[in-house]
């Protein structure tokens, strides 16, 4: 069982916890996500596919990312959720926080981290992780065109690219 913090809209803590899945978020309030970007030397991205299994998105390509536990750092979050599904350990000190990005209930903080990894290094989590794969940028935007990557929006890709 995944508990996650409750935030207000500023992404402060108010006190309160909730399950994972028990959708009893209520207006104005909001749990941590992080998607973390892995850009390596060629100005390139590490995406990923996630599995055909996932509830939500499945089989989509998709950023690396997950919910912050409760008590956790969004910092310590991202650094464990590329360990977890990709097998990449970095010291969390390295990850850059790029942006930050309120949803309908979500906080999304976007982080960086600069690095090469050969893909055949990679751990994938199979029960979150099918495929994974280096792609420079003007392939990421075919696939966001061609719907292959999920669309978080205009502002999301625009920090995104920012990046490199």
């Known amino acids: 069982?995944?508990?996650?913090?409750?935030?207000?809209r500023k992404g402060n803590r108010t006190g309160k916890t909730v399950?994972?899945?028990?959708?009893v978020?209520?207006?104005?309030?909001y749990h941590?996500?992080?998607?973390?970007?892995?850009?390596?030397d060629k100005g390139r991205f590490l995406i990923q596919r996630r599995s055909d299994e996932k509830?939500?998105?499945?089989?989509?390509?998709?950023a690396t990312g997950g919910a912050?536990?409760?008590?956790?750092?969004s910092r310590h979050a991202a650094a464990r959720e590329l360990f977890?599904?990709?097998?990449?350990?970095?010291d969390y000190?390295?990850?850059?926080?790029?942006?930050?990005?309120?949803?309908?209930?979500?906080?999304?903080?976007?982080?960086?981290?600069?690095?090469?990894?050969?893909e055949s290094s990679l751990k994938l989590q199979k029960e979150e992780v099918a495929e994974a794969k280096w792609v420079d940028r003007n392939t990421l935007k075919q696939m966001i065109s061609d719907g292959e990557f999920h669309n978080y929006g205009a502002d999301y890709f625009d920090t995104v690219f920012s990046i490199v």
């Open 25 to 29: 978020l209520k207006k104005g309030e």
């Open 32 to 40: 941590l996500v992080v998607h973390i970007w892995v850009v390596d």
């Open 93 to 118: 000190k390295n990850l850059v926080l790029v942006d930050r990005h309120i949803r309908r209930f979500s906080i999304n903080d976007i982080w960086a981290v600069k690095m090469n990894v050969d």
């Open 84 to 90: 977890e599904e990709l097998g990449i350990w970095v």
């Open 55 to 62: 509830y939500l998105m499945p089989g989509e390509w998709a």
């Open 68 to 73: 912050v536990m409760s008590g956790e750092s």
């Open 19 to 23: 399950v994972r899945g028990s959708r």
């Open 1 to 8: 069982m995944e508990l996650w913090d409750v935030l207000d």
